[in-house]
């Protein structure tokens, strides 16, 4: 069974500056598109940014721009750097396998990590 793990969150200031990290168990990593997503308190949770295989990205219209994604295949490793955080992006941030479906990034693995708290204060 494939594991990630998430970690770096914290508490920043509106400006700030944060890096997530996700470690994954390495079985099928090399082969996976992974990508990031957060869920708000009540709220849905939503696709933020991803890595192909080959390292191409992708991003929502509120993450372009301010975070970035990228990966290290020899380390199973999936981070996430966000810039100019804004209070609404606090948010638990998980990591997943993600597909492409009906045009929209979606996550693959059914089971999610513990997900790494970002809280932003205004």
């Known amino acids: 069974q494939v594991l990630v793990e998430e970690s770096g969150g914290g508490l920043v200031q509106a400006g700030g500056s944060l890096r997530l990290s996700c470690q994954h168990s390495g079985l099928t990593f090399s082969s996976s598109a992974m990508g990031w997503f957060r869920q708000a308190p009540g709220k849905a949770r939503e696709f933020v940014a991803g890595?192909?295989?080959?390292?191409?990205?992708y991003y929502r219209d509120f993450a372009e721009g301010r975070f970035t994604i990228s990966r290290d295949n020899a380390k199973y490793m999936v981070t996430l750097e966000m810039n100019n955080l804004k209070p609404e992006d606090t948010a638990m941030y998980y990591c997943?396998?993600?597909?492409?479906?009906?045009?929209?990034?979606?996550?693959?693995?059914?089971?999610w990590g513990r997900g790494t708290q970002v809280t932003v204060s205004s």
């Open positions: 890595v192909g295989r080959s390292g191409y990205t």
């Open positions: 997943n396998k993600i597909g492409l479906e009906d045009g929209k990034w979606v996550p693959v693995y059914a089971y």
